[in-house]
């Protein structure tokens, strides 16, 4: 699982079935600290979340698939939390 923090939805209008009714998020990759990691990336919606909301997404096809329901379907990403806070210890 990575942080993520919603940066944009996606609209398409021509995509696969199993993906009908569910929403395409664009997704920023954080660091523990807030700070951006890497690319943005594109994943399925499974929470409602959106934009400016901070994330748990899977990257591995078999959980993303199985926690949006659609098992067998072309999914490598989706979101599967809102986060509320963060806390570190510092010792």
């Known amino acids: 699982m990575i942080i993520a923090r919603v940066v944009g939805d996606v609209v398409a209008t021509q995509k ?3 993906h ?3 929403k395409i998020l664009l997704v920023q990759p954080l660091q523990l600290d807030g700070s951006e990691r890497g ?9 409602d979340a959106g934009v400016g ?4 997404v899977v990257q591995e096809g078999v959980s993303a698939m199985t926690s949006v329901g659609r098992p067998q379907s072309p999914i490598d990403m989706a979101v599967v939390g809102v986060i509320d806070s963060i806390s570190l210890d510092q010792e």
């Open 20 to 22: 009908e009714g569910r």
């Open 39 to 47: 690319d943005p990336v594109l994943a399925l919606d499974a929470v």
């Open 16 to 18: 696969h079935p199993s």
């Open 53 to 56: 909301d901070r994330v748990l």
